[in-house]
């Protein structure tokens, strides 16, 4: 469908954003301010997402045949669908999908791939050695007198990296990936690598194969509790922009980290369209690859889209059909966000689902609701995960968007409701 404003024409197409969690629920809040798109729909979507279709995310040809039918441009948020190959399959049947390939994805889907490949390309991340072998995993750990991180190599959830205090936390961690096999077949092969001591932030970047242009900055916060205790989680709250991330270090990020990734890709035959998302860790000023993901961070995502002032869909666009250069550089509105997750107590292990939440009618105009874990049943939203809602903020400085975040996030209630207190408070000492 098409309409025309004055003498431009705008065409008009509907989008599918494939994913269900607060990362997916604010692409779909961001792409449906676009006046080029009429339908937003999301598979399978959150209680907070509209026009939800009921198709999960590895459902790949049911999702074609849906984006077909209702003449969608489709939008990846997660993962193991881009792992799976979901652009390579909509690409051959002439379905506009935004997101990397199936090739392109290994820089997430095996940390083994990443490793080599930064290696080969001279991409600063930690040194690191490879094992499918306990015992030579073992007798190596002998060798080294530094702590060190054992990952698992392929997908799992978050969790198959092990970040070690001693040569005895190694060991267990060689034998709970390797040896129980807790993670399945992710953990057929390992990575030890030296455990770079510094401080994280995410850097992510939107690329059409050959250009890479910065998404503003963002950290999130990894660890269940305050202060960085307690298992790693998928993120707890997330902020934008960072101050750890200054200009000369956001260079240095771009030219040696981003732009040598997406060229060397290209370099090996594989274009990288998409979200390319480093996990840095920066260390006496130089940054580190820790890891790469081929998607928009989730919560990061939350923050980010609040302060965008462009249109999303056109970059999108843009990635797809390789012209990025051709765009002008994407305004960022002069404020803060902050995101809080409300997560359900228990969570990253186990925790109680089904529970009512309420308050939503009394969130403040400058924040938003972000839902992940949550779904609608009649006209109430109940909890339907680990990471329920993501509460997000502007304000104009980091200090009053944390003030704001914190607020609205007070109004929400459900029996076990769970947050951390400090989101925002590292990038605080950074001011
Ligand atoms: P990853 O999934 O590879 O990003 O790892 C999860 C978390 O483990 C990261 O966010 C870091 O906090 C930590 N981590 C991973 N690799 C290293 C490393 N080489 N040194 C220190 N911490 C690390
Ligand atoms: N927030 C971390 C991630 O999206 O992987």
Redesign the pocket.
């Known amino acids: 469908m098409d309409y025309i404003i004055g003498i431009t024409r705008i065409f008009v197409v509907n989008v599918l954003v494939v994913g269900s969690g607060g990362r997916e629920h604010a692409l779909s809040w961001k792409l449906s301010q676009s006046p080029k798109i009429e339908t937003v729909f999301t598979a399978p979507g959150n209680g907070g997402t509209k026009n939800n279709v009921d198709l999960s995310v590895d459902d790949i040809d049911g999702l074609a045949d849906f984006a077909q039918k209702n003449d969608c441009f489709t939008v990846v948020g997660p993962e193991a669908p881009l792992a799976a190959g979901i652009v390579d399959s909509f690409n051959q049947k002439n379905l506009k999908i935004f997101g990397p390939s199936k090739n392109a994805a290994q820089l997430e889907s095996s ?1 083994i791939w990443a490793k080599n490949f930064m290696k080969r390309n001279d991409i600063p991340t ?1 040194r690191f050695e490879i094992f499918e072998d306990a015992k030579k995993a073992q007798e190596y750990l002998d060798s080294l007198d530094y702590n060190v ?1 054992v ?1 698992a190599d392929g997908l799992a959830a ?1 969790k198959g ?1 092990i ?1 070690c205090n001693s040569k005895e936390e190694a060991l267990a961690a060689i034998q709970t990936i390797l040896v129980k096999k807790t993670f399945g077949d992710a953990g057929n092969r390992i990575i030890i ?5 510094g401080i ?1 932030a995410s850097y992510i970047a939107l690329s059409d194969g050959d250009v890479a242009i910065p998404m503003a900055s963002s950290q999130d916060h ?1 660890r269940i509790f305050d202060d960085d205790k307690g298992p ?1 989680t998928g993120g707890m709250g997330a902020y934008s922009p960072t101050p750890i991330v200054d200009e000369i270090l956001a260079k240095k990020i771009q030219e040696k980290i981003i732009n040598k990734t997406i060229q060397s890709m290209k370099n090996e035959g594989i274009l990288f369209k998409g979200f390319l998302y480093a ?1 840095i ?1 920066i260390r006496d000023g130089e940054p580190y690859v ?2 790469y993901n081929v998607r928009m961070g989730d919560p990061e995502c939350q923050p980010i889209t609040m302060r965008m002032d462009f249109d999303l869909y056109d970059y999108f666009v843009a990635s797809i059909e390789g012209n990025l250069s051709s765009l002008p550089k994407p305004l960022w509105k002069n404020q803060s966000a902050v995101c809080i997750v409300l997560a359900s107590e228990g969570y990253p292990e186990s925790y109680p689902k089904n529970e009512e939440i309420s308050g939503f009618d009394q969130i403040p105009a400058d924040s938003y609701v972000f839902h992940a874990g949550t779904k609608k049943q009649e006209n109430k939203i109940l909890s339907n995960g680990g990471r329920v809602l993501g509460v997000t903020a502007l304000g104009d400085t980091l200090h009053s968007a944390i003030d704001n975040a914190y607020s609205a996030s007070e109004k929400i209630s459900w029996p076990h409701k769970f947050c951390r207190k400090d989101i925002g408070k590292k990038g605080l000492s950074y001011l």
């Open positions: 940390k930690a991180v990952k978050g990296v970040v690598e030296e455990r770079i001591d994280e990894k790693n996990g860790m820790l890891e």
